[in-house]
């Protein structure tokens, strides 16, 4: 039966009404200053399978050897030298006692989630006596806050693939779209520069037809980790179109950003891509650059990009150009 050590109750000499001990809801325990048992409610009885009778004056710690003794000594004395209640949530420490979860929504819990409040116990005359703590069950909370944090990250995980190319892992024409917007809007409002890049493999149609669809597939995904490996974390790469990317460059104007490109270009240039069995393919890109001018349309800014584009090629391919917008 839960209850109170007689000889506790004497000595500290605080009424605890029945109430306490008969509580269902919330567990409620009491220990002396050496640690010892002197209140055990019904709440402690039913998730801990042992009886008042089997633990009131006894230690806490001999009875119960898995809690943390070091954390709730600290905490109990703690408690007592300032005579301040304490207070531990269950994302700071899940449990206290490892009892058995008891809701039907308990879901993947282990052991039941508990928040611990812990108070100081004074005698009539404000002489200190020992701690009361109280236990909490918040595994129906736990449960439901880790249901919601998992649909989060669902969620965010599923926007995020919604926003790659599956081939090559970069952003995709969706997200570019978008992102150009935004750092637009940026660019205008805090009056720094901001030019965009559309780079194009050279003759990639004769890389499929020789090699195949899967080698083309190969060379896209190697020379996107190529490129994406020197760029700022500021810049943003995308996926435009079939052999075709997008460079969004923040903070740089057009001289700065060629001279950038020249830089992936060359480096495009001296590398190969190696294809199963051994086979190497050197490719090469093409680039086109336009910086933001005042009055421009996001379409406006890509028709400058392409038209660079498109003049690199009719130069002979392998090369960036800058077109005043």
């Not at 200053?33 to 230690?59: H, P, Q, Y």
């Not at 890049?197 to 195949?212: C, E, M, R």
Request: charged share 25%; proline share 3%; net charge negative.
């Amino acid at each position: 039966m839960s209850g109170l050590d007689m000889e506790s109750r004497q000595s500290i000499s605080v009424d605890f009404p029945d109430v306490i001990g008969n509580l269902l809801t919330v567990g409620i325990l009491m220990v002396d200053r050496r640690f010892t048992v002197v209140l055990w409610n019904r709440f402690m009885e039913l998730n801990s399978n042992i009886s008042a009778d089997e633990v009131l004056g006894k230690n806490l710690f001999d009875t119960f050897p898995e809690i943390n003794r070091n954390w709730l000594e600290k905490k109990i004395k703690s408690c007592m030298i300032l005579r301040t209640p304490s207070y531990s949530s269950w994302r700071q420490r899940p449990y206290l006692f490892r009892f058995k979860p008891s809701s039907a929504l308990a879901g993947e819990a282990e052991f039941m989630y508990q928040d611990v409040s812990i108070f100081p116990i004074r005698d009539h005359d404000g002489a200190l006596q020992g701690a009361c703590i109280a236990i909490h069950d918040t595994t129906e909370l736990a449960e439901q806050t880790r249901l919601l944090e998992q649909a989060m990250d669902q969620a965010l995980d599923l926007e995020e693939s919604n926003q790659r190319d599956s081939l090559t892992g970069l952003y995709n024409r969706k997200f570019f779209d978008e992102q150009i917007t935004q750092e637009m809007l940026r660019a205008r409002r805090y009056g720094w520069p901001l030019s965009l890049a559309l780079l194009d493999i050279d003759n990639f149609k004769p890389v499929n037809d020789t090699y195949g669809h899967p080698a083309g597939d190969v060379v896209l995904s190697v020379l996107s980790g190529r490129l994406q490996g020197m760029l700022r974390a500021s810049d943003t790469l995308c996926r435009y179109g079939g052999e075709e990317f997008a460079l969004i460059l923040p903070h740089i104007g057009q001289d700065n950003s060629r001279f950038l490109l020249d830089r992936l270009r060359k480096s495009v240039e001296s590398g190969v891509v190696e294809l199963e069995g051994g086979t190497t393919i050197s490719v090469t890109v093409s680039v086109g650059i336009a910086e933001l001018r005042e009055g421009q349309s996001a379409g406006e800014l890509i028709r400058h990009a392409d038209k660079a584009l498109y003049a690199a090629k009719d130069a002979g391919r392998n090369r960036v150009i800058c077109l005043e917008s």
